[in-house]
T-cell receptor, first 115, second 113 residues
């Protein structure tokens, strides 16, 4: 069974609009962490935001926020006021338990921002 | 501060050849990892290390070996390369505490003919 599911292979959004990238996860471990990474066309993996399973509030980092719905096992990434530079692949990932960060990644969503 | 450095960035091998990818980090991170990324897919963990002299298998370890002789270096070896190992390889490192966010290297593109 897929541990991380990203159901949107591609998304197209107008510049300055907000966009939500979906991510659902599957785990029975009460302690886990959820991550979002951005991969531009240059190929590097850029960390965006982290949410711990015990965190009471949704994580925010500048224009990025994570809509964490624990009961639904979803961790959607919200990008406000999208910019052309936001065009990239976005990966949701999960770490189960503590210790070494053995991340499991989803297949990614390709986001294209149109001017 | 270089972060995580991978060498080489590109390599073409023939089936059956061997090679080693080097990962070096200057952040004094305890944990290090090797992932592979195939077209249209997310990253998959090959091997990881929780400290100098220790290594462990990840999700897709077959055909690879690793060594962590020094804390700052993590080597990924292919003893007999196969076309199925054509991929982009990412090294990463992280702290032991807190959110343990992974810092990734720029990636190494390997093609096996």
């Amino acid at each position: 069974a897929q541990k991380i599911t990203q159901t949107q292979p591609g998304m197209f959004v107008q510049e300055k609009e907000a966009v939500t990238l979906d991510c659902t996860y599957d785990t029975s471990d009460p302690s886990y962490g959820l991550f979002w990474y951005k991969q531009p066309s240059s190929g590097e993996m850029i960390f965006l935001i982290y949410q711990g399973s015990y965190d009471q509030q949704n994580a925010t980092e500048g224009r990025y926020s994570l809509n964490f719905q624990k009961a639904r096992k979803s961790a959607n990434l919200v990008i406000s006021a999208s910019q052309l530079g936001d065009s990239a692949m976005y990966f949701c990932a999960m770490r189960e338990g503590r210790g070494a960060q053995k991340l499991v990644f989803g297949q990614g969503t390709r986001l294209t921002i149109n001017p | 501060n270089a972060g995580v450095t991978q060498t080489p960035k590109f390599r073409v091998l023939k089936t059956g050849q061997s090679m080693t990818l080097l990962c070096a980090q200057d952040m004094n991170h305890e944990y290090m990892y090797w992932y592979r990324q195939d077209p249209g897919m997310g990253l998959r963990l090959i091997h990881y290390s929780v400290g100098e002299g220790t290594t462990a298998k990840g999700e897709v370890p077959d055909g690879y070996n690793v060594s962590r002789l020094k804390k700052q270096n993590f080597l990924l070896g292919l003893e007999s390369a196969a076309p199925s190992q054509t991929s982009v390889y990412f090294c990463a490192s992280s702290w032991t505490l807190g959110a343990n966010v992974l810092t990734f290297g720029a990636g190494s593109r390997l093609t096996v003919l």
